[in-house]
């Protein structure tokens, strides 16, 4: 369905002040209307009677508020939802959450269009056309739970019996907290080294920084309300991750009380309200940041209390000149006199300027601002700057400024989580037999640990290296996958250069896919076994951070669900596990049976007792009184899953100041933390530190490794071919790009700035698309080296001269009938990642989205 | 006797759209129809650029030209002050909409919510068509996710051939609820009130701010208010120069 856009771009001052039009001439133009609409009436007979129809309402019409979590982006707010007759009317927040409280991001609505989606799968699905790739139908037909997950437990047994359990893989997308059970239980179970996340094409190198600075592998929350500066580096928390429904609840506070600078080369919608916009060149965050570094030494401005000070008082930190590093007294933090003299002490703004291409005078002014506000200072990272090829690095950069103004876990700064007391469910280890042993024995199929692949979530081979993936599949490297599950993911879309997932997943044999929409993901798959949507049809639990709080929020099944659904993170897994009993395996199904219900002690006896008991398990700590351990007290069960959600103590500030998690217990401006997992990462290799980041393609080498520092970007593309760089982002209606089949994602779509409803856009600053006679509305094709796609451009004063940027979400060629232009044929628009090369931040593990490519446009 | 008004916050709106979203929601409001809406202006050349976001929506103006105009009377003011319109009188002439200087009164074209009436699935068998879901979910009566609420005082979800509009959510007022746009807004960038009470929230900032009314040279004397900036940003002092 196509609707006309509603765009009224340009027209504010004539709404505000019509010197035009007089009352008298408006009376005079209200008579010359009549005609005209009077004649127009007549051409439209209005169905009155319909009316009597049409307001006929159904049932009661008293509905009552039930607790919900909406897991439409990772912000993981705590909702209510409005359920008349077992039928989901509206969303509002939970007022009984201290971290996002009433307040509710536009995006919450749409699930009710996701809930009731037509082209939600209702039933168990397979395959009938053996052949399998994107121009093939799969001709999917309806078949029983029962004839399933039978096909499937076959299938598992398959490889039990032949000793090659490593070859089971699990794929895991959109998770809530129950997902050990699937994700992780059920594949050491059966055997397999391989259960892969999404997790790196989330946002690891964001996580990177604050871990190899202060020893904290998370998202941190961010004090707004008490800051007097706010510095956001490709973070739009207006629109996008995290916590956008409280940030924006006290945004219009958080303009009057500090000054607000973003950089970002597009004008998002964070930077619609900013003080400074600082549209700097894709991929130079990080010398930005260390170009502030360079100014808060050389002014004066670091926050003594954190960092100490010169013994004598005097300021030694002069542009271009080394210090002696025995005249500095640290305080509580780890080598800044050593990352001075490495990096920072010819990082003027003037080098900075001619590499960001940002006035001198803009960027000094920022650094000044920022460091006279000093600790009440937020560097705030986002995804932008570190989810590119070397982007670890810039995120150690950026963060790094919050250690120089004495913003870390600050007031009015950044801080790290709150405890909570969720418990982890019952160990595997008993259930685990020979052949699960031999077989979790092998490497895992997103190669990480090897030589190119540090991942170091806080140790080498730490993390995921999920985009990876499907090399590892394609290759057989380390070896084939026959059988394989994925659930709530849809890597077929959703990671760059998807066409390599395409022909990965077309070359498993038997691939079973968990979904509630027939995705790209699905096209490839032998099974499709419709899943619950979390908000209203699933029991779990997620945890979130914000407002000097965490919370730990419930879901739970509150409506009539339309179709034979069942959850994804523990329904499932217990009946594959019933039907693996059958087949002569009972390890996995004996292992859930120690999931008791804490209140009657009784273990499951079917998937529904089991999804209610494992939850009742994780969350004990929080609803049993005896078992109190702080925040929110509840007198039982019950009194929890009305509330909907549990809150912990507020925040305890400048606790971890000189007790954090790294090596030397202090901020560490030198990262004796990275040094040392990165040498046992060469150790386990043989070979030398410096050898490790040649052959991850990191331009650092010696003593520079181990500081935050700017790393040229390394962008894909010939500047000549591909005169563009490609600027990625997300909508504000996006959840997660699985929003795309809801109309009001289509019908508001210009909440996005720039963006066209009904639309998918380019856009292009005017001053670059005018010698290439592009016009607004024009159709365009954007080609990078690794792929294309075609949208509509949109001529926009908001975005870089010298870059075009695209929104993530749609370009679905599956999904549903609004997703898709023709279902599993024809996309609607483009998606981005057919731009993006599979490239990594390979200390992290992360997939690169942004400063990743070069493109170039043309008329269509 | 009550009359209502609704004071916008700039500064507060952080131009999310929620109100928009929720108000399809709460009045069963078909794609392509914003009873609640927005100008939008980008503003500047690159890099000296911002955009501007106003929440619009009916004005309920004091002296409504969208009721002056009505031949069948069937737009029409109530004593709160909330202009209200009944379908039932309504001959489909559009006057009130040509009547309107704000662009904010729409015209049904076609029958409401035709998603929901397409019996076709994507996948024969294997998910349901919209009609089929909208029958199982809720009888087939609009969208299944169709707000009952919003019959008690107009037809659930409006005919083809009426105009349609925001009513600053007389349903909800008429049980004490304050108008649903109101409610969902994150950032409380809506105030709703009394102008009659002197000491109700939206008079104290109605007196405390300078406030402005879209197109008040037309006279229409609006009820929906605006205060403060969308961007209240800083800036260095200067005197320019030549």
């Known amino acids: ?860 | 006797m009550p009359k209502y008004a609704m004071v916008i916050d700039l500064q507060r709106c952080v131009g999310c759209g929620a109100c928009s979203i929720a108000c399809r929601n709460e009045n069963n409001v078909p794609d392509g129809i914003y009873w609640s809406n927005k100008i939008t202006e980008t503003a500047g050349t690159f890099p000296n650029v911002r955009f501007h976001y106003l929440p619009t929506l009916c004005n309920h103006c004091s002296d409504a030209p969208c009721v002056e105009g009505c031949p069948t009377k069937a737009m029409h003011k109530l004593d709160n002050g909330i202009t209200m319109h009944d379908p039932d009188k309504c001959i489909g002439c559009r006057y009130c909409q040509y009547n309107c200087p704000y662009e904010v009164i729409y015209f049904n074209w076609q029958d409401p919510h035709k998603f929901w009436r397409n019996p076709k699935p994507v996948i024969e068998g294997g998910t349901s068509s919209p009609k089929e879901m909208a029958q199982t979910v809720n009888n087939g009566n609009g969208a299944p996710y169709s707000n009952p609420g919003r019959g008690k005082t107009l037809p659930e979800n409006r005919p083809k051939g009426v105009v349609e509009k925001c009513t600053f959510c007389d349903h909800r007022i008429k049980v004490g609820e304050i108008p649903y746009c109101v409610e969902a807004c994150p950032a409380d960038a809506r105030i709703f009130g009394d102008l009659d009470k002197p000491d109700s929230k939206v008079n104290r900032l109605l007196g405390k701010f300078k406030p402005y009314r879209l197109k008040e040279r037309l006279g229409t004397e609006p009820n929906v208010y605006y205060i403060r900036s969308f961007n209240p940003a800083h800036y260095q002092r200067t005197k320019g120069g030549i």
């Open chain 1, 1 to 860: 369905m196509e609707m006309k856009p509603n765009q009224k771009e340009g027209t504010l001052k004539d709404f505000l002040n019509d010197y035009k039009m007089s009352r008298r001439s408006f009376m005079k133009r209200a008579s010359v209307a009549t005609g005209g609409a009077i004649a127009l009436g007549t051409t439209v007979k209005p169905t009155l009677r319909a009316l009597a129809q049409a307001s006929e309402t159904t049932g009661s019409g008293a509905g009552e508020w039930k607790a919900a979590t909406c897991q439409g982006c990772t912000s993981w707010c705590s909702k209510q939802v409005y359920v008349v007759d077992g039928r989901a009317v509206k969303v509002r927040g939970n007022p009984n959450s201290k971290v996002n409280g009433e307040a509710s991001c536009p995006r919450v609505h749409l699930a009710l269009q996701q809930v009731y989606d037509p082209d939600r799968i209702k039933t168990p699905m397979k395959r009938t056309n053996p052949k399998k790739g994107r121009n093939e139908d799969p001709k999917f037909v309806p078949i029983s739970w029962d004839e399933a997950l039978g096909t499937i437990a076959d299938k598992i047994m398959e490889l039990r019996n032949n000793n090659e359990t490593h070859k089971y893989m699990l794929m895991r997308g959109r998770y809530s907290y129950m997902r050990d059970v699937l994700y992780d239980r059920m594949t050491k179970i059966i055997g397999s080294p391989n259960n892969i996340s999404h997790s790196a094409i989330c946002a690891e190198a964001e996580k990177f920084g604050p871990y190899y600075t202060e020893g904290y592998w998370g998202y941190r929350q961010y004090d707004v309300q008490r800051a007097r500066y706010i510095l956001l580096w490709g973070a739009d928390p207006l629109a996008a991750n995290r916590q956008v429904s409280y940030y924006s609840a006290v945004w219009g506070d958080a303009v009057d009380s500090a000054t607000i600078a973003i950089a970002e080369p597009r004008l998002s919608a964070t930077a619609a309200k900013a003080d400074e916009w600082l549209p700097l060149k894709p991929g130079t965050d990080g010398a930005l940041a260390v170009a502030i570094a360079h100014v808060l030494l050389t002014e004066g401005l670091w926050y003594k209390e954190f960092v100490g000070d010169f013994i004598d008082g005097e300021n030694r930190f002069v542009s271009g000149q080394y210090v002696d590093s025995e005249l500095f007294e640290e305080k509580h933090t780890n080598g800044i006199v050593t990352w001075w003299n490495l990096e920072l002490k010819d990082k003027t703004p003037e080098w900075a300027a001619k590499i960001t291409d940002l006035p001198v005078e803009q960027i000094k002014r920022v650094a000044v601002g920022y460091g006279q506000a000093a600790p009440h200072a937020i560097s705030w990272l986002g995804g932008g700057p570190c989810m590119q090829v070397r982007g670890g690095y810039a995120s150690m950069a950026v963060h790094a400024l919050n250690g120089i103004v004495g913003a870390v876990d600050n007031v009015g700064g950044t801080q790290q989580s709150n405890k909570e007391y969720t418990t982890k469910f019952p160990k595997p280890d008993d259930f685990l037999d020979e052949i699960a042993k031999a077989g979790k024995k092998h490497k895992k199929i997103d190669h990480r640990g090897r030589l190119e692949f540090p991942a170091l979530n806080k140790k080498p081979g730490g993390g995921v290296v999920t985009n990876n993936a499907a090399d590892g599949i394609l290759n057989a490297d380390p070896n084939e996958i026959k059988v394989a599950i994925g659930y709530m993911n849809n890597f077929a879309f959703s990671c760059p250069q998807p066409e390599r997932w395409e022909r990965a997943l077309a070359k498993i044999p038997f691939l079973v896919h968990i979904t509630t929409n027939a995705s790209e993901f699905s096209w490839f798959a032998d099974i499709l076994l419709p899943d619950t949507h979390h908000m209203f049809e699933k029991w779990g639990y997620v945890k979130a951070i914000g407002n000097g709080y965490r919370h730990v929020t419930l879901m739970q099944p509150i409506i009539e669900p339309v179709g034979d659904y069942k959850i994804d993170e523990t329904e499932i897994p217990w009946l594959i596990a019933e039907k693996l009993a059958e087949k002569g395996f009972s390890n996995l199904l004996d292992h859930y049976k120690t999931y008791i219900d804490p209140e009657t002690g009784k273990a499951p006896t079917n998937e529904k007792e089991f999804a209610l008991y494992a939850l009742k398990y994780a969350t004990q700590n929080l609803w049993d009184p005896a078992k109190y351990k702080g925040g929110d007290k509840f007198s039982g069960w019950n009194e929890l899953i009305k509330a909907g959600v549990w809150n912990s103590d507020p925040y305890p500030y400048r606790k971890k100041w000189s007790n954090m998690k790294t090596k030397t217990k202090k901020f560490e401006f030198y990262s004796e933390t990275l040094k040392d997992v990165l040498e046992k990462h060469a150790e386990k290799h043989n070979t030398t530190v410096d050898h490790v980041l040649e052959v991850c393609n990191y331009l650092a080498r010696g003593e520079m490794v181990f500081v935050p520092h700017y790393e040229e970007a390394f962008i894909a593309g010939d500047e000549k071919e591909y005169p563009f760089i490609h600027v990625d982002y997300k909508s504000r209606l996006n959840r997660e790009g699985r929003s795309a089949n809801c109309t009001w994602y289509h019908d508001f779509k210009d909440l996005d700035p720039g963006d066209v409803p009904w639309q998918d856009v380019a856009k292009i600053n005017p001053r670059d698309a005018r010698p290439l006679g592009i016009k607004n509305g024009d159709k365009v094709k954007l080609t990078s080296p690794s792929g294309s796609l075609t949208c509509t451009a949109s001529l926009w004063e908001g975005v870089r001269p010298g870059t075009i940027a695209k929104c993530y979400g749609q370009g679905h060629w599956a999904y549903g009938r609004v997703a898709s232009r023709v279902f599993g044929k024809v996309p609607r628009g483009g998606s981005s990642n057919d731009l993006i090369p599979a490239q990594y931040d390979r200390l992290s593990g992360s997939t690169a989205f942004y400063a990743t490519t070069r493109i170039k446009i043309e008329k269509a």
